[in-house]
């Protein structure tokens, strides 16, 4: 549904975007996640026709941004960053106004469809300044799908909402799966894990990453790390211990026992058992410790960063 190809966007000398290239597919929500300034709004205008890209191209449902703009256009609902408002028109009135825009000659089916669909219908008659936040990020929606696009893009859209209102904007874009290819930004990686299919991790204008979020977690985690405590040992002594046992990295301690970094793809719970046993100690405690995609995201755009020489 969206095919980008080396998309690229210069800025004078800054390259915001640097040959960026996805797919998404029917059916598919994909994230685009990334920190303040790492291209995702720009991303989203290129692909939108807002401005054409420096290099590349991209396709959606077959049409060339470039060459078939106005088809591609067609096919898209946006929300943009931030939405533009006209405070003293109705709920009603704003999304007729978009469906016209849009070439919907009649457009008060659609209006009634799509406000039913974003929950907004029984606001229906409420002027736009007097819509909640959260209300008008939903709005915002409306506006997005009142032509019924086969592809929704979707610039964080939780932003600036309060936590209730996140949880039911994130609800919608779910649903939005169902019946659209949908791409959307966040800088919220629990937001990415908890909404998307697949994440496209993009930073400096570059996609450092992809997979869907358990599997980026498997690839890019830099090891397993294990809590263990164990009694009758002095610190040193169970420090040592520990760090003789072969796929350990690093020990280090955390409050009563240690943190201990394997290698990905080692298990050693049976070696400290065994060890810690024939030394004549107790083990206390044993359990993994899961790193959250926020450790690894770190760790990848840190990378990223050194890599560049920054
Ligand atoms: N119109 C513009 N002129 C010059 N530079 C721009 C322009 N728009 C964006 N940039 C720069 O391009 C880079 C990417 O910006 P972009 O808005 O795409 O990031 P973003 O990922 O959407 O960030 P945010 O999370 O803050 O919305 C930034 O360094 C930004 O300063
Ligand atoms: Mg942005």
Redesign the pocket.
Known sequence: MIEAEGLTKR?GK?V??DHVSFSVQPGEIVGLL??????????MRMLTGFMPPSEGTARVVGHDIIEDSMAARRAIGYMP?RIPIYPDMTVRGYIAFWARLRGIRRPAGHVEAVLKRVDLYDRRDTLIRQLSKGMRQRLGLAQALVHEPEVVILD?PTIGIDPQQVIEVRESVRELGRKHAVLF?T?ILTEAEQVCDRVLI?NK?HIVAEGDPGELRQQLEPGTQLYVVIGGASADQAAALLSAIPGVISVEVQGEGFNVSTQAGTDIRGAVFAQVSAAGYSLLEIRAVASTLEDIFLNLVSRDSQAEGV
Do not use: C, F, Q, R
């Not at 303040?36 to 991303?43: I, L």
């Open positions: 800025y800054l915001a975007v990334g920190p303040n300034g790492a291209g995702k709004t720009t991303t960053e964080e930004s800088h993009i204008g």
